[in-house]
C-alpha cells in the first residue's frame, strides 16, 4: 500500500497563516496630542467597535463611530458619501487615516478625523483623570493643599501633552491657588510662566488673535491667570 505525504513548502504556508490571519486594534482609551481627540475601542464578536471624537479650530470637531474589520471601517458619512477609515498600528499608537475629502460629513470645516492616537498612561485615561480632579477638590476644600497639589502635579506632568491648551490653563490655574495658598511664591510664578502672553492680554486683543469660540472660552481663563499670578507676585 502506498501513502502520499503531502508536502506544504513553507513559504506556501506562511502566506496561508498571514492571509487568514485577522487584524484587530486592541480595546483601550487612545488620547491625540494637545487635546485633538480620543478614540475608544472595545471588543464586539463581529470585530472592534470604536469611536472618535476629534477637535479642530475655533469648535469644530468630528464624530464617528462603528464597527472595524481587520482594521478597516467602511460606512457612509452624514452627506451620503462613502467614508474608508484605517487604523494602523504603530509601537504605543494607533494612526487613524482618511483619503482626502473622504469622510468630511462627519466633521466640521476645520476639523478632521485624521490623527495619532497614543496609548496612555492609566492616570491619563477619562475616567481615572476625573477621579484624580475630584480628589484633587476634597483636599482643597478641606485645605490640605500639599495633598492637593501632589494629586493635581502628578496628573498635569503626566497628561499634559494631550490637553488642549484650555485644559491646561485650567489646571494651572488651580495649581497657581494651591501654591499661593502654600506660600510658594516661585513655584506658582513658574506654572504660569508659559501662559504670560495670555495673562497680559486684554478681551479686546484676545478676539483679535484669536477664532471667536477659542476667544470666548480663553478670555475668562487668561484673566483668572492674571489674577492668579498678582496674588502670587504679593507673597514675601
Do not use: W
Not at 469644530?60 to 484605517?86: M, P, Q, R, W, Y
Not at 493643599?145 to 491646561?168: G, H, N, P, Q, W
Amino acid at each position: 500500500m502506498n501513502s502520499k505525504l503531502l508536502i506544504i513548502p513553507p513559504i506556501t504556508l506562511l502566506f496561508t497563516l498571514f492571509s487568514n490571519a485577522v487584524y484587530s486594534i486592541p480595546p483601550g482609551e487612545y488620547l491625540a496630542k494637545n487635546g485633538r481627540g480620543t478614540l475608544l475601542v472595545t471588543a464586539r464578536k463581529k470585530g472592534q467597535y470604536f469611536k472618535i471624537n476629534t477637535y479642530g479650530a475655533n469648535g469644530h470637531s468630528c464624530f464617528s463611530e462603528g464597527i472595524a474589520e481587520n482594521n478597516v471601517n467602511i460606512e457612509k458619512d452624514d452627506l451620503d458619501k462613502t467614508c474608508t477609515i484605517t487604523f494602523i498600528e504603530k509601537d504605543d499608537l494607533i494612526q487613524v487615516s482618511t483619503p482626502e475629502d473622504s469622510c468630511q460629513g462627519n466633521c466640521g470645516a476645520r476639523a478632521s478625523i485624521n490623527h495619532d492616537f497614543f496609548k496612555v498612561d492609566d492616570i491619563c485615561t477619562s475616567k481615572n483623570k476625573t477621579k484624580k480632579l475630584k480628589l484633587f477638590k476634597k483636599y482643597y476644600s478641606k485645605k490640605t493643599f500639599a495633598l492637593a497639589e501632589k494629586t493635581l502635579r502628578t496628573v498635569y506632568d503626566s497628561c499634559r501633552s494631550y490637553m488642549s491648551i484650555f485644559e491646561e490653563m485650567e489646571i494651572i490655574n488651580d495649581l497657581a491657588v494651591t501654591y499661593k495658598n502654600l506660600n510658594k511664591k516661585d513655584e506658582c510664578l513658574n506654572i504660569i510662566k508659559p501662559f504670560d502672553e495670555q495673562a497680559d492680554m486684554s478681551e479686546t486683543q484676545i478676539k483679535e488673535n484669536y477664532f471667536p469660540a477659542e476667544a470666548e472660552t480663553l478670555a475668562p481663563i487668561a484673566k483668572k491667570l492674571k489674577f492668579n499670578r498678582d496674588l502670587c507676585q504679593s507673597l514675601k
